[in-house]
């Protein structure tokens, strides 16, 4: 399994990116999809995640503004972030989680720095 994160970048306060990741070696569809994000001297976090049947879970801290998305034809996951803020600066990774085998996969990580 191969996943291939893209989209992060610097973006003044109150903006917005959307941040993509594209799997491989897998059958998509059947797989939970996530974004993961940790901060300088912080843990891993949950951001967002999406199920195989596409029932969203999001962290208190980004609900409203984040949106979890994936199109499977594409093998594609997708996170929207609007009216961005500094305490969103991290570097956001993606994840795939195979229930039938119960493992994760990370992706390379994508830096999101969002300026004040």
């Known amino acids: 399994v191969q996943l291939q994160a893209s989209g992060g970048g610097l973006v003044q306060a109150g903006g917005s990116l959307r941040l993509s990741c594209a799997a491989s070696?897998?059958?998509?569809?059947?797989?939970?999809m996530g974004w993961y994000r940790q901060a300088p001297e912080n843990e891993r976090e949950l951001a967002a995640s999406?199920?195989?049947?596409?029932?969203?879970n999001y962290a208190d801290s980004v609900k409203g503004r984040f949106t979890i998305s994936r199109d499977n034809a594409k093998s594609t996951v997708y996170l929207q972030m609007n009216s961005l803020k500094p305490e969103d600066t991290a570097v956001y990774y993606c994840?795939?989680?195979?229930?039938?085998?119960?493992?994760?996969?990370w992706g390379q990580g994508t830096q999101v720095t969002v300026s004040s």
């Open positions: 999406i199920t195989s049947g596409g029932s969203t």
């Open positions: 994840n795939l989680y195979q229930p039938i085998y119960r493992r994760h996969y």
């Open positions: 070696g897998t059958m998509f569809s059947i797989n939970a």
